[in-house]
């Protein structure tokens, strides 16, 4: 239980930081194979109906406008601030989707109450995990300047193409039921690009006075550098980060 728990735990950290390139695309593949939805028990006339209704909505979707949206000043509270930084609501049901999503297609669709090792339920421990990952980001990001890094308009433009892909591909009522956004996608795919390149960069300066320059011994001297890197930051939670239970909508 103990090695389940703590892979569990580190896939979820390198889901949150974007440290590792793809790792968001291959959970997103992975869970998505569990989508298939429906039933072939309708009489024909009722299936035509059925997906001419379907047709009309697609083709009116929009998905930063949904049908029945999220106030935009909830969608913007700053739930999670890092010093001057903010987590948005926009970005925080991002990963609630896919975390509910990773959680289900390890442990089943309905794993929440499942017991952890340190006594706390699956859903406790995913929250914990998904604070510090979004905590991690900001940290990371607001070190950018001193590393000399940023987004280039290129690939500022690539996130919000995969984020509009994104969208579309999930369809009007995934983003209905989980009040996820093309912005929110944008959002967060610009925090994790930009969280590469920094840690990116912050192994090549360690790298440069180091005597072991293994890629083991460069993360761990990022992790004891980023522990340092927390004494500087105050986190302040909203009240709406407590009410939120992973795994509580879908």
């Known amino acids: 239980m103990a090695k389940k728990k703590n892979k ?7 889901l949150i930081g974007g440290i590792i390139i793809g790792v968001i695309a291959a959970i997103s593949v992975m869970t998505m194979l569990n989508k298939k939805t429906g039933t072939e028990t309708k009489e024909t006339s009722q299936i035509i109906e059925t997906q ?27 739930v999670i601030k890092v010093n001057d930084q903010t987590v948005t609501m926009r970005e925080v049901n991002v990963y609630l989707y896919q975390l509910r999503d990773f959680y289900t297609s390890q442990y089943g ?16 421990y995913a929250k914990v995990q998904l604070h510090e990952g979004l905590v991690r980001t900001e940290i990371i990001n607001s070190k950018a300047g001193d590393y000399g890094v940023s987004l ?18 999930l369809g009007a ?5 989980f009040a996820l956004t093309e912005e929110g996608v944008r959002i967060m795919k610009e925090k994790q690009a930009l969280s590469t390149k920094v ?7 360690l790298a440069e006075t180091a005597e072991d320059t293994s890629d083991e011994a460069l993360a761990r001297a990022f992790e004891e550098m980023y522990e340092g890197w927390k004494g500087e930051y105050t986190v ?10 992973i795994g509580s909508v879908g």
């Open 199 to 205: 840690y990116n960069a912050a192994l090549d300066k």
């Open 236 to 245: 302040t939670d909203d009240p709406i980060w407590n009410n939120i239970v």
């Open 52 to 78: 001419a209704q379907t047709e009309t909505k697609e083709e009116s979707f929009d998905p930063s406008t949904p049908d029945d949206p999220v106030p935009t000043e909830e969608m913007d509270i700053a």
């Open 109 to 124: 669709e309905s794993p929440w109450n499942r017991d952890m090792e340190d006594g706390t339920k699956l859903h406790e």
């Open 152 to 169: 280039t308009d290129e690939e500022k433009q690539q996130c919000a193409d995969e984020a509009k892909t994104y969208i579309n591909d």
């Open 8 to 14: 569990t735990g580190l896939m979820v950290i390198l």
């Open 173 to 177: 009522a995934i983003c209905q039921d």
